[in-house]
């Protein structure tokens, strides 16, 4: 069965939970599970006519809604993933409506709100630095405590950490500050450390990580939208202009379609406890971005790290 974009209905009949699904990354994963025909729960604090310490245009409907256009069963539901009892709520609505759940892919963010970039730790907010931590890795240990015991009763399910970088990268570089680097260097092991826990019940989790992502935060930064992106080295007086490594960047939807890739992948568990970035990702599953290019972003970036001169087109 296929959708009516034309994509086979792999994940048909399946339930996935993507929690942090407004806008970014979140957005793309839920989108592209819809392509494959999965019912996603779509969850963020921007939904129900309220928004997010963000105070953007981007709510939970909105995702659910191009994911039922896209041809799975978008559902969107208002959940701050660091409360406790919001997230049961919402694993207990799942387990009631469906009795199961196959994929969950957590996409928690808010360092970006409350980061104070390139600032050593002893000039840090302390109290900034906690909701960092509260609000990225304590929320993602928060969802996979109450959601992996329902998505461990079935074979074959599996769970996507987004993060920014793969352990490569991670291990050998420091991440704009102590607190950011312990968090994105945190959801790596969070991953490998669940995985050892769900390798017994044959499932599978896996830390994932975009490259340049193209996010409506990025687009509106750089004056553009994704229909235009190219234009973003253009100075219009609308917004910054783009760094050369732009040029390599990838839409949401990208790495989306590469954790549906996976979900329906019958021998997926040879990712567990492993890191891993859209661009291997992407060759590994023959999977394309919207405009049926292969980024990649990282192999760009540490070429241009060695002092190497890389060409853009070898790298799309």
Known sequence: MKTDNGKTKTLSGRIALVAGATRGAGRGAARALGEAGATVYCTGRSGGGERSEYDRPETIEQTAELVTRAGGRGIAVRVDHTNEAEVRELVATIEREHGRLDVLVTSLGGEHLHGEWEQPVWKQDVEIGRRMLRGVLEAHLLTATCALDLLH??????????TDGDAAYND??????????????GLIRLAYSLGHELAEHECTAVAVSPGWLRSEMMLDLFGVREENWQEAWTDTGTGEVAPESFAVSESPLYAG?????????????????RSTTSEVLGREYGVTDTDGSQPRAWAYITALEAGETPEVGEYR
């Open 172 to 185: 050998t570089h420091y991440r704009i500050n102590a607190y950011f680097d312990v968090i994105k260097t």
């Open 257 to 273: 379609r590469c954790i549906a890739a996976m979900a329906a992948d019958r021998d997926k568990a040879r990712w567990n406890q």
């Open 153 to 162: 009763r079935h074979e074959g399910g599996l769970h996507v950490t987004l």
